[in-house]
């Protein structure tokens, strides 16, 4: 039977392509929120192609973007709060 | 006696539901085979002709099917439902027994206005979606929801593609519907709710801090749903009131689509690429078919035997009629079983009452959820708890889905007795 049922779902991809299209959409206003942004490889690097592709699966790279992402968040909140007092 | 002609016909007719059932080719295909064999055979044994077989196709009921999906099509793509669906879940916050009933009641109505397919997959991928953040398990929503989704509906000419057919063939209206069968359809949606809900009772998991959102973060034009809004109770408004003008639904939901694309901008091109063009097609070959049996004089050999099996009592055939297209239906397409039981109920001189055109309604539609293979619906939901990584057992889905289709048509059997005075 579940050979059955892999069967059919096998031609219903374009169903299932829709269910993941609307959990993306639901995801994004109930789950936690996440941007995705393009980073090119900076001028004067051309030689490290490799280890600036590699840069996506680094934990500390990634721990890095972390805090930036804070720093950054914490001085808009900063401006926020001083436009707010004014 | 049954005759050559008319057990080729039967044939050709167990052929494509055969083709349709195992999906061994997709539904369309399938019946546009069956009415390529019919045509042949009808046409060359002399059983119609090609004048009459052109006009087994019931233009009225194509342009119905076409004007609702383009109306839902626009309307769907405003977001409209995605922000129904974000507040069913808000309203229950992390409880999760109200999100039960919540996603219960929201997947029944929001099948009253979408596809089934199209609801189940939006309210699968909601209640995923928290079940995944509240951490509780997806299966008992998923398939609650499968459940009311294909009770949802019921009773109204829109609410799915079988009710288009019965109410095309019986001449009923919106209003109709409404009258005979809504107050049934409403009891229905507490009566099996509350089934569902002490069967996964223990499933459903402990109470949890609910996320904080906005559902209106969900759409990028606040206006378009606005939009949308206005069309569907324009839409809705006018099903109530068309037969005063004499004019079939037909024009109504065309007339309403032609507004809806005006009014929203969006690009028609766009829309009737995503029309649901595998129903149409299915539709319009099955009606070659059961077109070619009528002229067999089959169909109304079979609506005399019922006649006798009956002995002429309207008791008897409403019973008659709501259990077995109930229990066909759980096996073959519903749209099949609405299109082969329709004439066979028009052949039932002085029975053919709103009655037993109610219990075909009730049959045909709660049949679909009964094992994981009744229909689309459960196909889908199954598709979708296996996104999740579950791998659901189908004897677990085809326990709750006997039972409620149980439930419902015992219920219904009830209602009917009473709403139609049957005792008597």
Redesign the interface.
């Known amino acids: 039977m579940g050979k059955i049922l892999d069967y059919i779902l096998s031609k219903r991809k374009k169903s299932m392509a829709e269910y993941e299209e609307n959990k993306e959409a639901f995801e994004k206003v109930m789950g936690r929120p996440s941007i995705e942004i393009s980073v090119e490889l900076p001028e004067g690097c051309e030689g490290q192609r490799e280890d600036f592709l590699n840069l996506e699966k680094e934990d500390a790279f990634l721990k890095d973007v972390d805090k930036l992402v804070k720093k950054h968040l914490k001085k808009k909140k900063k401006m926020h709060d001083k436009l707010r007092k004014e | 006696m049954i005759n050559v002609v008319q057990t080729i016909f039967i044939l050709i007719y167990i052929l494509t539901v055969l083709l349709a059932a195992t999906?061994m080719v997709?539904l369309s295909l399938a019946a546009l085979i069956g009415a390529l064999l019919a045509i042949w055979f009808g046409i060359n044994y002399g059983v119609f002709t090609y004048e009459d077989a052109i006009k087994f196709i019931d233009i009225k009921l194509i342009g119905l099917l076409v004007g609702v999906m383009i109306v839902i099509e626009v309307t769907e793509r405003s977001g409209l439902f995605?922000v129904a669906?974000?507040y069913a879940?808000k309203i229950a916050r992390g409880d999760p027994v109200k999100l039960f009933f919540s996603i219960c009641f929201v997947s029944a109505a929001a099948s009253l206005f979408l596809s089934d397919?199209?609801a189940i997959?939006?309210i699968?991928?909601?209640a995923?979606?928290?079940a995944?953040?509240i951490k509780v398990d997806p299966s008992p929503y998923f398939i609650s929801a499968a459940i009311m989704v294909n009770l949802g509906g019921t009773s109204t000419l829109i609410g799915s593609v079988s009710n288009m057919i019965i109410g095309m063939a019986s001449g009923l209206s919106f209003t109709d519907f409404i009258s005979y069968l809504t107050l049934g359809e409403v009891a229905l949606w507490i009566l099996v709710s509350v089934t569902l809900y002490f069967y996964y009772k223990p499933r459903l998991g402990e109470k949890r801090t609910p996320?904080t959102?906005?559902?209106w973060?969900?759409v990028k034009d606040r206006k378009a749903v606005y939009k949308a809004f206005i069309i569907m109770i324009l839409f809705f408004t006018l099903l109530f009131i068309y037969d005063r003008w004499n004019i079939g639904p037909e024009a109504v939901a065309l007339g309403v689509a032609i507004l809806a694309l005006a009014a929203t901008g969006v690009d028609p091109a766009e829309v009737f690429k995503r029309l649901d063009w595998e129903t149409i097609f299915f539709i319009g070959g099955f009606f070659f078919i059961v077109g070619g049996v009528e002229k067999t004089g089959l169909l109304a050999l079979l609506s005399q035997e019922i006649f006798k099996i009956a002995g002429g009592s309207q008791f008897n055939v409403v019973m008659l009629t709501l259990w077995s297209s109930g229990l066909v239906s759980a096996v073959v397409s519903n749209i099949a079983v609405a299109l082969t039981f329709t004439p066979i109920i028009q052949g039932i001189k002085g029975l053919n009452s709103p009655a037993v055109w109610s219990a075909l309604i009730f049959g045909t539609n709660l049949g679909g959820a009964a094992t994981?293979?009744s229909g689309?619906v459960c196909?889908?939901t199954?598709?979708?708890l296996?996104?999740e990584g579950i791998?659901l057992n189908?004897a677990d889905f085809t326990k709750v889905g006997v039972l409620t289709t149980f439930v419902e048509l015992a219920f219904s059997a009830l209602y009917l007795i009473v709403r139609f005075s049957l005792w008597s």
């Open positions: 999906e997709p995605h669906a974000l879940i397919v199209t997959l939006l699968a991928a909601a995923g979606t928290i995944r953040i996320p959102y906005n559902p973060e969900s994981p293979f689309t196909i889908m199954l598709g979708a296996k996104h791998n189908l």
